[in-house]
């Protein structure tokens, strides 16, 4: 590690001001909102005095952590992507709000309070599937450093030469070289996906699912039952997503290698609809011989329809996009953004050129 790399002639002022304050409402100004919230909320219903306790420590908690992530966050925006200096602040950040949603269950006092006030309801097992998706934080910030290392090396005796390659010896089957591919692209878009697919509705079935257990009636079993299965199914159809999403981001726009990840991906994302769609049809079990039913199937089809359109998107993006990556060298799908604005503004240069050496020759032309 070079320690020359935390030095603050690398950092950019307003870019660790902006950092600051995206942490800042992620980490302090939310979590203190939902605090102020719950009090009213409790405030309203008598809750029990031990409760009301516990969010004065909780938002004891929140402002320690928040204002410490604050701060970590404005080092991490201002130095630049691919230093050591964004990677140690950057893995710090993402190790220590873990530490911070684990304080907050207060040893399982907080468990313990809700089960006597409300429903049992397991916050190990909610922070378990949280800890998941932030252990995938962890990993982006390193794919991020690793990404964007040369371009940060650019310039000095450690920099590598970046292979050429002669695109009419290029085959589509090259596409899936690991050298195309960005490693921070492929987590990020890899822990999205497992968030939406896997741990949100984990989260909504095991908190609906406790809820249940507190109404002792004996109609909900049948529909607690089917929670479960439709559980098993999100698990097992949501991992494949976030595995194929992977390799979806990896792959820079225009590769074959990043269209059949995306591909598959559409498809078993209308499975994933239909089976957490109940294929359409609720029927619960009211009474003896009543039962209440609910058929939307229509309305299901609709949003697979809708859902299946993406397959065309990904078809035109293979098609709109291969020319330019094809122009560009083959290069990651990093820095695109940069490269577009230095092009543009090259063309502006020699359009602005060209006007001014046309005007002095209209004004020298006798």
Request: hydrophobic share 50%.
């Amino acid at each position: 590690m070079n320690v020359g790399e935390f030095s603050w002639k690398h950092a950019n002022l307003n870019k660790g001001i902006v950092s600051a304050a995206l942490h800042g409402v992620k980490y302090l100004v939310l979590p203190l909102v939902l605090i102020m919230f719950a009090s009213t909320a409790l405030s309203n219903f008598d809750a029990p005095r031990a409760i009301e306790t516990m969010l004065l420590e909780i938002q004891t908690l929140v402002l320690i952590f928040g204002t410490v992530l604050l701060v970590l966050g404005f080092f991490k925006g201002a130095y630049p992507k691919g230093s050591y200096s964004r990677l140690t602040f950057g893995m710090t950040v993402a190790v220590l709000a873990i530490f911070y949603a684990f304080s907050l269950l207060l040893d399982g006092r907080l468990e313990e309070e809700l089960a006597d006030a409300m429903f049992e309801l397991d916050l190990y097992l909610l922070f378990a599937l949280y800890f998941i998706g932030a252990a995938f934080n962890v990993l982006v910030q390193f794919g991020e450093f690793v990404d964007h290392r040369r371009s940060w090396m650019e310039g000095t005796e450690h920099s590598i030469p970046q292979e050429k390659e002669d695109p009419k010896e290029h085959r589509w089957i090259h596409d899936f070289r690991i050298r195309y591919g960005s490693l921070f692209n492929g987590l990020r878009l890899s822990r999205r996906n497992l968030i939406g697919f896997v741990i949100i509705p984990l989260v909504f079935v095991i908190v609906l699912k406790a809820a249940l257990s507190s109404i002792d009636l004996e109609q909900l079993d049948q529909l607690a039952s089917r929670l479960d299965s439709v559980a098993t199914f999100m698990l097992m159809l949501g991992l494949p997503i976030t595995a194929l999403a992977f390799f979806k981001g990896f792959y820079p726009k225009g590769s074959v290698s990043r269209f059949l990840p995306a591909l598959g991906m559409v498809l078993i994302c209308l499975y994933w609809i239909w089976v957490l769609g109940l294929e359409g049809r609720l029927a619960v079990d009211v009474m003896d011989g009543v039962v209440f039913g609910l058929d939307y199937s229509g309305l299901l089809l609709i949003i697979m329809c809708g859902t299946a359109l993406w397959i065309v998107y990904y078809i035109l993006e293979l098609w709109l996009y291969r020319p330019e990556w094809k122009d560009g060298g083959f290069q990651k799908d990093i820095g695109k953004k940069k490269e577009r604005q230095k092009k543009r503004k090259d063309k502006d240069d020699e359009s602005a050129e060209v006007i001014e050496t046309a005007t002095s020759v209209v004004k020298n032309d006798p």
